[in-house]
T-cell receptor, first 110, second 115 residues
Framework: GIQVEQSPPDLILQEGANSTLRCNFS?????LQWFHQNPWGQLINLFY???GTKQNGRLSATTVATERYSLLYISSSQTTDSGVYFC????????????FGTGTRLQVTL | DGGITQSPKYLFRKEGQNVTLSCEQN?????MYWYRQDPGQGLRLIYY???????QKGDIAEGYSVSREKKESFPLTVTSAQKNPTAFYLC??????????????FGPGTRLTVT
């Protein structure tokens, strides 16, 4: 099956710093989503981005489907950004089933 | 207020007992999904349903069962045959299960502990 790898696995930042999270996938996809899992376990939708670039406040994401990767940028990080970030992909013809990466655990300190 | 609700938030059961987790959505979405998350890992698909009265196994369906009698409801039963049932269970839905996937949304999850 498709492999979805995220890097780095762990990241510690000081408040105000910028970061880039990466998601590589091993096969063609027709959907990619980025999620933030907060400390209570809730998965929060960040981006639905099968291709191209989107921005939402301090966060932006870029997916280059032809090269099989996506990037999530976090600028001016805040302590509330802490948690686990997941990317998840859908393989064409699979009824929108999401295959998740193993996540990047982010800790933002004061 | 539209969304996906899961109940209960925490559930404790003795080994050998079946337990049913609730998932309800008022988003009028056609497709619903159940995922399992173990500590430090990503989510894995248990079962999914694209339409009422129809559902398919996901990657880790053994020891689980589902039903889809109503569009808005997709309960998951964890049976005594599931060898490691203790986990965090998340329900999700999306409105277009066809060839162009739509954005998938998640409920708040149920933490199941079996002792």
């Amino acid at each position: 099956g498709i492999q979805v790898e995220q890097s780095p696995p762990d990241l510690i930042l000081q408040e105000g710093a910028n970061s880039t999270l990466r998601c590589n996938f091993s096969d063609s996809v027709n959907n990619l989503q980025w999620f933030h899992q907060n400390p209570w376990g809730q998965l929060i939708n960040l981006f639905y981005i099968p291709s191209g670039t989107k921005q939402n406040g301090r966060l932006s994401a870029t997916t280059v489907a032809t090269e099989r990767y996506s990037l999530l940028y976090i600028s001016s990080s805040q302590t509330t950004d802490s948690g686990v970030y997941f990317c998840a992909v859908v393989i064409p013809g699979t009824a929108s089933k999401l295959t998740f990466g193993t996540g990047t655990r982010l800790q933002v300190t004061l | 207020d539209g969304g996906i609700t899961q109940s209960p938030k925490y559930l404790f059961r003795k080994e050998g007992q079946n337990v049913t987790l609730s998932c309800e959505q008022n988003l009028n979405h056609d497709a619903m999904y159940w995922y399992r998350q173990d500590p430090g890992q990503g989510l894995r698909l248990i079962y999914y349903s694209q339409i009422v009265n129809d559902f398919q196994k996901g990657d880790i369906a053994e020891g689980y069962s589902v039903s889809r009698e109503k569009k808005e409801s997709f309960p998951l039963t964890v049976t005594s045959a599931q060898k490691n049932p203790t986990a965090f269970y998340l329900c999700a839905s999306t409105d277009q299960p066809g060839p162009v996937p739509s954005e998938q949304y998640f409920g708040p999850g149920t933490r199941l502990t079996v002792t």
